[in-house]
């Protein structure tokens, strides 16, 4: 049986469900997953467009991934940076895109946001 969460009661710590099941907890875990959004632009659907999700998509990453060559990241996010990172590492050309004014908008205050961009600009 299918079923969702309809109400979260932070303070009787329960998830009510669609089955009007309430469930009692101690941690609360909200883990939804996502999916990459496709960029809308010709050739997106080329064999050096990768996306990183999971790990089979980490070692395509990383077998692509040699002194030299140029990257571009669409993202800046912990993972973007993440790749960025150890793509520099391996010694390629990168350059990230961020659609937000400042990287880790979405997930970190603009202190620790700046603090990431000057640390992983002064290892360039």
Same mark, same amino acid.
């Given at each position: 049986?299918?079923? %969702? #969460?309809?109400?979260?009661?932070? *303070?009787?710590?329960?998830?009510? &469900? +669609? +089955?009007? %099941?309430?469930? $009692?907890?101690?941690?609360?875990?909200?883990?939804?997953? #996502?999916?990459?959004?496709?960029?809308? @632009? #010709?050739?997106?659907?080329?064999? %050096?467009?990768?996306?990183?999700?999971?790990?089979?998509?980490?070692?395509?990453?990383?077998?692509?991934?040699?002194?030299?060559?140029?990257?571009?990241?669409?993202?800046?996010?912990?993972?973007?940076? $993440?790749?960025?990172? *150890?793509?520099?590492? /391996?010694?390629?050309?990168?350059?990230?895109?961020? !659609?937000?004014?400042?990287? &880790?908008?979405?997930?970190?205050?603009? %202190? /620790? +946001?700046? @603090? @990431?961009?000057?640390?992983? !600009?002064?290892?360039?």
């Amino acid at each position: 049986m299918q079923t %969702t #969460a309809e109400a979260i009661d932070r *303070s009787g710590q329960t998830v009510r &469900l +669609s +089955s009007g %099941t309430a469930l $009692e907890y101690d941690w609360l875990i909200l883990a939804t997953g #996502a999916r990459a959004r496709r960029v809308p @632009f #010709a050739g997106a659907a080329s064999n %050096t467009v990768l996306e990183l999700r999971t790990a089979a998509d980490a070692e395509r990453l990383k077998e692509s991934l040699r002194a030299g060559r140029r990257a571009v990241i669409v993202g800046g996010g912990y993972i973007g940076l $993440e790749a960025a990172a *150890s793509a520099r590492a /391996l010694g390629v050309e990168v350059t990230v895109i961020e !659609r937000e004014t400042r990287l &880790l908008a979405r997930v970190a205050c603009e %202190t /620790l +946001s700046t @603090f @990431f961009e000057r640390y992983h !600009r002064g290892r360039a």
